[in-house]
C-alpha cells in the first residue's frame, strides 16, 4: 500500500474546484489504473520500487495541469459549463423571479382550494384582499407566508444555482457569483401587502434581509461541501491486493447511506421545518379559534354594554349653559346618505342617529344632517364634498366649542395616529381669528370601529385623549354584514376657547386634506 | 519530471485516439502506449490528459465506454460509436488536406 503524490494532489485539487465528490473518485480511480501499469512496466525493466513510481508519477503528468483538463472537460459536458456567464450571472435573477411567481401560484391555488372545501363556495383574489382591508390583524400569519416565499424563492435560487456550479465543474468561484447577484437582487426587492392591493416588485429603502441572506447562504454552502468531503471523503490511497490495484477510500467516519448528501439533507430540514411550522401554525390558530369564540360569545358583550350604559348615562343631566349651533344651512350630506368612502356599500348612514335636539356625552346638541369635508379617501368618490365650510355662525362668548364629529376611513384603517387631519378656525369679533388643530386618535377615530378594548391594537382602540369623549354609538346593515362585532362611532371633541372673553362671531371646519375625511353632525358653545 | 499537454496538440489527440479506437476497443493506458509506439515518440505528453479527451468524445457521443474486470484490474475500454466513426472521416479528411498543403510548402523551400 502506497500514497502516490501525483494522484493525491489531483484529488485535493478536483475537491478544490467544488468538482462532483462521486467524479472525482471514478477520475482517480481511472488515474489510478494507469499509474499503476506505468509502475509496472517500470518495474519490468529492472527499475526499483522507488524510481518505478516516480517514473510513473512523471508520466501521469503534472497533478495542476491534469486538473485543469479534467475540470475543463467536465465545464465542456455541460451547457451551464460552457457558458457561466449566463448561467450564474443572469439566470439565478431570473430563477428567482420565476420561482417567486410558481411559489405564489402554487400556494394561491392551495389557498383558494381549502377555502372552497372549508366554506362550500369559491373566493377570487380580490375577494382575499377585500378581507384583508377590512381585518388586517386576521391576516398577520398571511403576510408572514407571503414574504416567506420571496425568502424560500431567494433561497432556492442561491442554493439550486450554487449546486448547478458544483456539479457542472465551474466550482466555488461561480457559486459565489450566483450569491453575490443574488445578494444585489434581495437588496432592492419589495413586497407589501396593504388595502385592497398586494404588490411585489423592486423598490427602495433596502431589504437588508434579502441582501444578506445569498451571502449568509453561500458561506453556510461552501463551508458544508468542504465539511461534507471532508466527513465523507477523507483522504484517499493507492492500495494493491494481489494483481489488483484500487485507489480506495477508508471507511467513511459514520455510515451513511448514499442518499444521504448535503441535498437530501437540506430537503429533509426544509421538510421537518414545514411540518413544525403546520403543527404550530394549527395549535395557534386553535387556540386562537377559541379565544375568538370566548371574545365574541362573553368578553366583548359584556364590554359593549358596559360603554353603551356609560352613553346612556351621558345623554342626561344639566346642560343649561350650553347652546347649540344649527348647522343646517351648512349640511351637505343628509344622515339617510351613504358614509364615505364606501359609499357603494348599501345602507351604510348615520340613520340611527336620532334629528333634533339631544345630549350626548353631557352636550346638547342640534342634529340635522352631516357637514362632511374632503379627504383622500373620498378621491373616487363622485360626489364633491368641499375642504372648507366656512362662517358657521357662533355669535357668543364661550369657554368651551364642544363638536359631534367623526372621520371617514376605508373600513379597515386606523389613520396616521398623531396627523391633524383638520382644524376648526375660529373668527372673532376684532377681526381675530385662531386654529384649533383636529388630530387623529386624540380628538376622533374612524367611524367604523370596535367599543370594547381586549384583543383590539392600541391604535384602533376607541379610548382617545382628555376631552374627547366617545358620545354615540350605533350600527347600519353595512357594517353589520361586515364587521358585525364593530360599531359606528361619534365623539364628542371639546376644544378650549383661548381667548374666552371675546365674541365669537363663526367658526370655520376645515379639512386638512389627508386621506381621512372628518365630517360634523354637531357643534355647540358653552 | 512532470509532463504537461502542449496547446499545439489541440485537435490532434481526438484524431489518433479515434483512429486507435476504429481499430479495437482499448482502455486509457493501451491508447497511450499505442501512440507513442506509433507515432515513435513523436508526442510528449503527460499519459493522464488523455483522459479529459476520452471524457469529452464520450460525452460528444462519439465513443463509448464500459467497465471490466481483467486479471483482477477493474478497467475502463472505449469502443468507437458510428458518430466516431464519421467524425474521424471528416477529421482524416481534414488532417490530409493540411498535410498536403505543408507538404508543398515544406518541398517548396526544399526545391
Known amino acids: 500500500m502506497r500514497n502516490s503524490p501525483v494522484l493525491t494532489e489531483l484529488e485535493g485539487r478536483l475537491q478544490g474546484t467544488g468538482f462532483p465528490v462521486r467524479r472525482v473518485r471514478e ?71 420565476t420561482l417567486w411567481w410558481l411559489l405564489s401560484a402554487g400556494l394561491t391555488v392551495l389557498g383558494f382550494g381549502l377555502l372552497l372545501l372549508r366554506y362550500g363556495r369559491s373566493f377570487t383574489p380580490a375577494d382575499l384582499l377585500a378581507a384583508f382591508a377590512r381585518d388586517p390583524d386576521s391576516f398577520a400569519e398571511f403576510y408572514t407566508v407571503v414574504k416567506g416565499l420571496t425568502y424560500l424563492a431567494l433561497a432556492l435560487s442561491v442554493v439550486g444555482f450554487c449546486q448547478v456550479a458544483r456539479r457542472s465543474g465551474a466550482g466555488f468561484r461561480w457559486a459565489w457569483a450566483v450569491c453575490l447577484i443574488c445578494s444585489a437582487q434581495g437588496l432592492f426587492v419589495q413586497n407589501a401587502l396593504v388595502a385592497h392591493r398586494f404588490t411585489f416588485g423592486y423598490g427602495w429603502p433596502p431589504n437588508w434581509i434579502c441582501a444578506i441572506m445569498p451571502i449568509l447562504l453561500g458561506c453556510a454552502w461552501t463551508t458544508g461541501q468542504a465539511w461534507y468531503q471532508r466527513r465523507r471523503y477523507p483522504a484517499s490511497r ?78 342626561q343631566g344639566n346642560t343649561l349653559f350650553e347652546t347649540t349651533v344649527d348647522l343646517q344651512p351648512f349640511v351637505n350630506a343628509p344622515l339617510q346618505e351613504s358614509l364615505p368612502p364606501e359609499v357603494r356599500v348599501a345602507g351604510n348612514t348615520l340613520a340611527g342617529l336620532p334629528a333634533g335636539r339631544h345630549i350626548f356625552a353631557g352636550v346638547p346638541f342640534l342634529i340635522t344632517g352631516r357637514v362632511q369635508l374632503f379627504g383622500g379617501c ?46 376648526l378656525v375660529v373668527h372673532y369679533a376684532d377681526e381675530t381669528e385662531t386654529s384649533l388643530p383636529l388630530v387623529m386618535g386624540e ?29 354615540w354609538v350605533g350600527t347600519n346593515p353595512a357594517i353589520q354584514l361586515a364587521q358585525p362585532e364593530n360599531s359606528l362611532r361619534l365623539y364628542r371633541t371639546t376644544l378650549n376657547n383661548p381667548r374666552p372673553g371675546n365674541l365669537i362671531t363663526s367658526v370655520d371646519y376645515v379639512s386638512a386634506v389627508t386621506e381621512a375625511a372628518p365630517f360634523l353632525v354637531g357643534l355647540t358653545a358653552e | 519530471m512532470s509532463k504537461s499537454n502542449p496547446s499545439f496538440l489541440n485537435g490532434v489527440p481526438e484524431l489518433l485516439v479515434l483512429q486507435l479506437l476504429a481499430r479495437r476497443e482499448m482502455y486509457g493506458y493501451e491508447i497511450v502506449r499505442a501512440i507513442q509506439t506509433e507515432t515513435r515518440e513523436a508526442f510528449a505528453f503527460g499519459e493522464g490528459c488523455i483522459y479529459p479527451y476520452l471524457h469529452y468524445l464520450e460525452k460528444e457521443r462519439l465513443v463509448s465506454s ?23 472521416s471528416e477529421l482524416t479528411e481534414e488532417w490530409s488536406r493540411v498535410a498536403a498543403g505543408i507538404g508543398l510548402v515544406l518541398g517548396g523551400q526544399h526545391a
Not at chain 1, 274 to 303: C, D, F, K, M
Not at chain 1, 380 to 398: E, G, L, M, N, S
Not at chain 1, 446 to 471: C, D, H
Open chain 2, 66 to 88: 464500459r467497465r471490466q474486470t481483467v486479471d483482477g484490474r477493474n478497467r475502463n475500454y472505449y469502443t468507437l460509436l458510428p458518430r466516431g466513426r464519421k467524425r474521424l
Open chain 1, 378 to 423: 373620498l378621491a373616487d368618490c363622485h360626489q364633491a364634498f368641499p375642504t372648507r365650510v366656512r362662517h358657521i355662525p357662533v355669535a357668543r362668548r364661550c369657554r368651551n366649542l364642544h363638536l359631534l364629529q367623526g372621520v371617514a376611513l376605508p373600513c379597515e384603517s386606523t389613520g396616521a395616529s398623531g396627523a391633524v387631519i383638520g382644524r
Open chain 1, 27 to 97: 477520475q482517480v480511480q481511472e488515474l489510478a489504473d494507469h499509474h499503476e501499469d506505468l509502475r509496472l512496466a517500470a518495474l519490468a525493466e529492472g527499475l526499483d520500487e522507488r524510481t518505478a513510481a516516480a517514473r510513473a508519477d512523471a508520466q501521469l503528468g503534472a497533478p495542476e495541469a491534469l486538473a485543469e483538463h479534467l475540470a475543463a472537460a467536465w465545464r465542456q459536458a455541460s451547457w451551464c459549463g460552457r457558458h457561466p456567464w449566463v448561467s450564474f450571472c443572469l439566470l439565478p435573477p431570473l430563477a428567482f423571479l
Open chain 1, 443 to 471: 380628538h376622533l377615530l374612524n367611524v367604523w370601529g370596535p367599543i370594547f378594548i381586549t384583543g383590539v391594537r392600541a391604535e384602533r382602540r376607541f379610548t382617545t385623549a382628555p376631552g374627547t369623549e366617545l358620545a
Open chain 1, 238 to 315: 493507492l492500495t494493491k491486493t494481489g494483481s489488483a490495484v484500487r485507489y480506495t477510500y477508508p471507511a467513511r467516519l459514520w455510515p451513511a447511506p448514499r442518499w444521504l448528501t448535503p441535498t437530501s439533507l437540506a430537503t429533509l430540514a426544509a421538510l421537518a421545518g414545514l411540518i413544525v411550522y403546520l403543527g404550530w401554525s394549527a395549535t395557534e390558530n386553535a387556540s386562537r379559534e377559541v379565544r375568538l369564540r370566548e371574545l365574541h360569545s362573553q368578553v366583548w358583550p359584556a364590554e359593549r354594554a358596559a360603554v353603551i350604559d356609560h352613553l346612556r348615562a351621558g345623554q
